[in-house]
């Protein structure tokens, strides 16, 4: 292990940070926010120090950079981000602890949506504004810009781009990795923009509309308000943000297919058929349990009248499905109260998660699709033991080795899910509550069920509970790997 290089690497990225922080520190200016104001200047001084010291005593160049360096880059990179990121919920006061502050900011990076603050609307425009600019940077991948900036200074950008990128495999779309990364911005900068002024055409708030965009293209779920996008009550702001969750949920590689005119090629993709196809069975699913359940509302435990009408059920199970399986974490409903067939899907819906190469989280679509086939193959040898039939996906047959891979990940994914789940239940959380935070925090998703529904958030989890919900998301984001070979010799060793 190269400690220079990876000490100088991450040095490079905090002063990236401290000039992106310039950001929020001009929305706190323009809103008068002044404790945010001295909040980001704090911030931006310090991690500038430690940035200008980094470069400062690891100063190399021309080091090509192999697969530990990058490993251990990018997870230093995204810890470094998180708790540096924290200090202005911390300077502000808007935190009342630290470890509150991690909790937030990770969830914000992590592109998860989790939150504990009870009260969104009171907070300052600025700290809104950053938490939804830490969800818009983690969703792309802070690491993926950064490797745009990497020839300029002298060291290799592709080990970094397959530690982040997420999925089996890390597709190239261009011969040069700088290439590629800057390519997925300038995508991603079209998306952005094109939501932002649907959203300006529908009525929302500029300040609003920025926000939600961020938070929706990046599959965050933050919200600028108590009741998420429920508070709108609007049909054409939930379709234009569903859409966009959809298109946030996809993997970023098929639009550059379709800039290059592979329309055909796009539509045969075996995962962008199940992720479709498993959105629309759930629409269906969901909206007639609703129709013919009719859950209670918040009044006196009546009958909702709003499901009374079936277009209406498909309005909510369009959206709330959609913010599920994209693992965005949006709301324009409390689904808790909803049966428990549809909260129990909604929840598989989490685990599963998006497309690999997405702003999305969850185990992704793609191994879904290869343990499927693998497992239909291994029902075929029990008959014919000796039958070769290989596992295809887009028409090419996959590797043994990724296959492998995808299913020690759900294996190791489901290891983690049951120890923290059984740490938080240890903390004296109720079942549904610990299952479910844990659930939605590794699928970075957000809202669970029961004390951290839609409605709810995570401010009653108990102190050691949100640091363990914090590692969650962390591991989900990082795909598990990046963050547990940190801990084994094996990775250290020359």
Avoid at 421 to 440: H, Y
Wanted: glycine share 8%; hydrophobic share 50%; charged share 15%.
């Amino acid at each position: 292990m190269n400690i220079p290089i990876v000490l100088s690497t991450v040095g490079n990225l905090v002063l990236m940070l401290a000039g992106i922080l310039l950001i929020p520190l001009g929305v706190a200016f323009y809103y008068e926010d002044d404790s945010a104001v001295w909040a980001f200047i704090y911030t931006i001084i310090i991690t500038g120090i430690l940035g200008g010291l980094s470069k400062a005593f690891f100063r190399k160049k021309n080091v090509a950079i192999n697969i530990r360096e990058g490993i251990a880059i990018v997870t230093f990179s995204w810890l470094v981000c998180i708790f540096l990121g924290a200090l202005p919920y911390w300077y502000s006061g808007v935190c009342a602890t630290y470890c509150d502050a991690v909790f937030e900011t990770t969830s914000g990076f992590t592109t998860t949506g989790s939150s504990i603050f009870k009260d969104v609307e009171i907070l300052p425009h600025s700290i809104l504004f950053w938490r939804a600019f830490t969800n818009w940077l983690g969703g792309m991948g802070i690491i993926v810009i950064f490797v745009a900036l990497l020839p300029a200074m002298g060291v290799s950008g592709y080990q970094l781009f397959s530690a982040e990128v997420s999925g089996p495999t890390a597709d190239r779309m261009r011969p040069r990795i700088g290439e590629t990364a800057k390519l997925l911005w300038f995508i991603y900068l079209i998306i952005t923009s094109s939501m932002i002024l649907m959203l300006f055409c529908g009525g929302m708030p500029v300040f609003d509309a920025i926000c939600h965009t961020f938070t929706t293209v990046s599959t965050g779920g933050f919200s600028i308000k108590n009741a998420s996008i429920a508070y709108y009550n609007n049909l054409y702001i939930e379709i234009v943000v569903g859409v966009f969750m959809f298109i946030g949920g996809c993997n970023f590689s098929l639009y550059y297919m379709c800039f290059q005119k592979k329309f055909k090629k796009v539509l045969e993709n075996s995962e962008l058929r199940f992720f479709a196809g498993l959105i629309l069975t759930a629409i269906v699913f969901v909206a007639f349990m609703l129709y013919f359940s009719q859950p209670e509302s918040f009044h006196g435990g009546v009958k909702d009248s709003r499901y009374y009408n079936l277009g209406n059920s498909f309005r909510y199970a369009f959206f709330n499905v959609i913010t599920a399986n994209s693992t965005t974490g949006f709301a324009s409903a409390d689904f808790d109260l909803w049966p428990n067939a549809c909260r129990f899907l909604l929840i598989l819906l989490m685990f599963i998660g998006a497309c690999a190469g997405s702003t999305g989280g969850g185990i992704k679509c793609v191994r879904i699709v290869l343990l499927l086939k693998s497992s239909i193959r291994e029902f075929g040898r029990i008959i014919r033991p000796r039958m070769v039939k290989h596992v295809k996906i887009n028409g090419e047959s996959v590797s043994e080795e990724i296959i492998t891979e995808s299913s020690v990940f759900f294996v190791v994914y489901l290891g983690f899910f049951g120890v923290c789940s059984l740490l938080l239940i240890a903390l004296n959380t109720d079942i549904i509550t610990a299952f479910s935070a844990v659930a939605a925090c590794m699928s970075n998703c957000g809202p669970g069920l029961a004390k951290v529904g839609p409605m709810a958030n995570f401010s009653e989890v108990a102190y050691a509970g949100k640091w363990i919900l914090s590692f969650c998301m962390l591991l989900g984001r990082l795909e598990i790997y990046s963050l547990i070979l940190l801990f084994l010799p094996i990775m250290w060793k020359r």
